[in-house]
C-alpha cells in the first residue's frame, strides 16, 4: 500500500487554485433569488443569461490564476475558455445545487428549475448529473481542481499545443488523485467516479443550445 503524498509545491498549487475559485465566485446569488420568487419563463430565460454571461467573466479571471495557464499560446487559452465555458457552467450549477441548504430549500429549487421554462427532455439528464456530483460530497479543493482539469482539456476544438495542455492537466490531476486518496481512503475507486463525471458534464453540455432553443416562452 503506497503510501500517498502531496508535496509542498503541490500544496501550493491546490491553495492558489482554491482560493482563486472562492474569490471568483458569482456576486449574486441565484439560488437565493429563486428560492425568494417566482419568475415567469422570458424572466427566468433572461436571469439564465444574465448568470451565463457573468460566470464567463469568473471564468476568465480564475483561469488566469491557474500556474501555467497564462504562459499557453494566447488563441490556445481562448480556445481552452470558449471549449470548457458551457461544461464549467453545469460544474457551477450542480455545485450551487448540492449545496447544504435548510430542509424543503432544496426541494423548492428543484421545483422552480423544472418549472423554470427548460424543456421537459432535458430536466431528466440535468438533474441525474447534478444528483450525481451531490453524492460525491466533495470538498471545496476538490470543486476547484475538477473545473480546473475541465478547463485544461487538450482535445478542445482549435487547441494547437495540445501537448501543453496535457502537462498542465495531468499536473492538477495529479494533485487531485493524490486528495481523492486522502479524503476519501474507504473508496479508492473515488477518483475515477470523479473523472467520470467529466464524461457525464461532456453529453449535458452537448445539449446545451438545444436547451436555450426550445426553452418554453408563454
Ligand atoms: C440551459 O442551461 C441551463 C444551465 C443551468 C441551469 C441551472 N441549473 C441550476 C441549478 C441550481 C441553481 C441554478 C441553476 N441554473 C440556472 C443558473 O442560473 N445557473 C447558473 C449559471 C447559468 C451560471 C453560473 C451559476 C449558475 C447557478 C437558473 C437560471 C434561471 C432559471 C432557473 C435555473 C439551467 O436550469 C434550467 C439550465
Known amino acids: 500500500k503506497e503510501k500517498v503524498e502531496i508535496t509542498k509545491e503541490q500544496q501550493a498549487l491546490?491553495?492558489?487554485?482554491?482560493?482563486?475559485?472562492?474569490?471568483?465566485?458569482?456576486?449574486?446569488?441565484?439560488?437565493?433569488?429563486l428560492l425568494q420568487d417566482q419568475y415567469s419563463a422570458e424572466e427566468n430565460f433572461l436571469l439564465l443569461t444574465e448568470m451565463a454571461t457573468s460566470q464567463v467573466q469568473v471564468l476568465v479571471e480564475f483561469t488566469k490564476n491557474i500556474p501555467g495557464f497564462l504562459s499557453l499560446d494566447r488563441e490556445d487559452q481562448i480556445a481552452l475558455l470558449k471549449g470548457s465555458a458551457v461544461e464549467a457552467m453545469?460544474?457551477?450549477?450542480?455545485?450551487?445545487?448540492?449545496?447544504?441548504?435548510?430542509?424543503?430549500?432544496?426541494?423548492?429549487?428543484?421545483?422552480?428549475?423544472?418549472?423554470?421554462?427548460?424543456?421537459?427532455?432535458?430536466?431528466?439528464?440535468?438533474?441525474?448529473?447534478?444528483?450525481?456530483?451531490?453524492?460525491?460530497?466533495?470538498?471545496?479543493e476538490e470543486q476547484a481542481l475538477l473545473t480546473t482539469v475541465t478547463i485544461l482539456t487538450p482535445d478542445r476544438p482549435y487547441v494547437k499545443d495540445q501537448q501543453a495542455v496535457e502537462r498542465l492537466q495531468e499536473t492538477m490531476l495529479d494533485v487531485l488523485r493524490k486528495l481523492c486518496v486522502l479524503q476519501h481512503p474507504q473508496e479508492p475507486q473515488y477518483f475515477a467516479r470523479l473523472l467520470g463525471r467529466l464524461t457525464e458534464l461532456r453529453t449535458l453540455s452537448h445539449y446545451h443550445t438545444e436547451m436555450l432553443a426550445s426553452w418554453r416562452m408563454n
Open 14 to 33: 491546490m491553495k492558489i487554485i482554491t482560493d482563486a475559485y472562492n474569490r471568483h465566485q458569482i456576486p449574486q446569488d441565484v439560488a437565493k433569488k
Open 90 to 140: 453545469f460544474l457551477r450549477s450542480a455545485q450551487v445545487f448540492s449545496r447544504k441548504m435548510p430542509s424543503g430549500h432544496t426541494e423548492v429549487l428543484e421545483e422552480r428549475i423544472r418549472k423554470s421554462g427548460i424543456s421537459e427532455e432535458f430536466i431528466t439528464p440535468m438533474f441525474n448529473f447534478y444528483k450525481s456530483i451531490g453524492e460525491l460530497h466533495m470538498v471545496q
